[in-house]
């Protein structure tokens, strides 16, 4: 388990795949016998394998996930996800990128596509 949170009666938890770099975002809901899975380590591809990570950090509160990946290669990549159970697909809150993890931004909007 790479990172834990809980409120009420639920607990999110993020755990690592097969491939070190991927990792799934659950939410358990106990009284309902339920696990919920946000972010699924299945759905990260080869081209996600990078070379610097950091441990991910996790919020929970009701029903919103909030989780923020370390990443990157010769940039730092900070980027926040947040999903609910509600709408389990993930979407980017905000993203930064730092050269060498010293001179850059760190998690804002993303770009517009």
Known sequence: MLA??????????IVEGRVPECW???????GRRRIERLESAAK?????????RGSPTLALAGSRAAWLQLTGGN?????LKSATLARPTPVWIAAGY?????VGTFVRP???S
């Open 4 to 13: 834990l949170a809980a409120d009420g009666d639920r607990a999110a938890f």
């Open 24 to 30: 799934s975002v659950m939410v358990w809901q106990p």
């Open 44 to 52: 990260c591809e080869s081209t996600d394998r990078l070379i610097r």
């Open 75 to 79: 940039y730092l990549e900070t980027i």
């Open 98 to 102: 730092a050269l060498d993890g010293l």
């Open 110 to 112: 993303p770009p517009a």
